[in-house]
């Protein structure tokens, strides 16, 4: 998934490319529980690992948990100069949905997931270009002990 920003990639990026901007423009409550920002690190949205990283991009995974079915989660942000003013960021997820139901389902998991992760890149153009989020932009974080929903993954109950 991709969005255009009117603003050079080094704005873009010192905007929303650290490991826990995430919670600014799409999940709140992000907080690293291990590490420094580097390879390794663990964030609090999903126990996501940061496993590469470049001057523009990051890419974390999510661990395997005891009960679910493992589906390979990873994600990468990168931000790319299109030209000296403007940026293209990219949001790309690489995930196997093979366990659900039947066709419609994983039809569903894919939209819900390109659903979501598109109103966050609206969300991170609005910021890198200057503008503030209206009120309800960014979701609430699933409460302790609710079921999860379809395609988003959040923070397991705590």
């Not at 403007?86 to 994983?106: E, G, H, P, V, W």
């Not at 390109?114 to 609206?122: D, G, P, S, W």
Request: overall charge positive.
């Amino acid at each position: 998934m991709t969005i255009d920003v009117n603003a050079p990639v080094d704005k873009v990026w010192a905007r929303i490319g650290k490991y826990c901007d995430i919670g600014e423009w799409g999940i709140p409550g992000c907080t690293i529980l291990s590490g420094d920002g580097d390879y390794g690190t663990v964030r609090s949205i999903g126990n996501e690992i940061l496993v590469a990283k470049t001057k523009y991009s990051y890419t974390y995974t999510q661990p395997v948990r005891v009960g679910p079915a493992y589906n390979m989660y990873h994600g990468t942000l990168e931000a790319r100069p299109l030209t000296a003013t403007t940026t293209q960021i990219l949001y790309t997820l690489l995930f196997d949905n093979s366990m659900l139901a039947d066709d419609a389902a994983r039809e569903a998991d894919i939209k819900n997931r390109r659903t979501r992760f598109t109103k966050m890149l609206e969300n991170m153009k609005v910021l890198s270009e200057g503008g503030t989020l209206p009120p309800g932009a960014v979701s609430a974080p699933r409460p302790a002990g609710a079921p999860p929903t379809v395609g988003v993954p959040m923070a397991p109950p705590r």
